[in-house]
Nanobody, 122 residues
Framework: QVQLVESGGGLVQAGASLRLSCAASGRTDSSNNMGWFRQGPGKEREFVASITWDGLLIYYGDSVKGRFTISRDNAKNTVYLQMNSLKAEDTAVYYC???????????????WGQGTQVTVSS
């Protein structure tokens, strides 16, 4: 089992930046690939970014390319999501996910955090 705890969410104005963190505990061997997803009001959960256990492969959703950066520090069992140039449409609950497969579908990740709210005012 892997436990994931997100932090760093908050209320910001459009154009601002935030950095989300996801701390992993439990069975945190570095083979876990990590992902960030988000779910806005009335919307389905959406892929944001993912990173392999070694950081060599990174993928982004089209809506965040060029603005968000995913990274990880295996020594700290933590994955980060740096979010720049935030827009009102980025408002959502952001979830961290972990699993043995790297992908863009929620079903590919068996472990999930509880989420952290990001609200961007226009």
């Amino acid at each position: 089992q892997v436990q994931l705890v997100e932090s760093g969410g908050g209320l910001v104005q459009a154009g601002a930046s935030l950095r989300l963190s996801c701390a992993a505990s439990g069975r945190t061997d570095s083979s876990n690939n990590m992902g960030w997803f988000r779910q806005g009001p009335g919307k389905e959960r959406e892929f944001v970014a993912s990173i392999t256990w070694d950081g060599l492969l990174i993928y982004y959703g089209d809506s965040v390319k060029g603005r968000f950066t995913i990274s990880r520090d295996n020594a700290k069992n933590t994955v980060y999501l740096q979010m720049n140039s935030l827009k009102a449409e980025d408002t959502a609950v952001y979830y961290c996910a972990a699993g043995p497969m790297l992908g863009v579908a929620t079903a590919q990740y068996p472990y999930w955090g509880q989420g952290t709210q990001v609200t961007v005012s226009s």
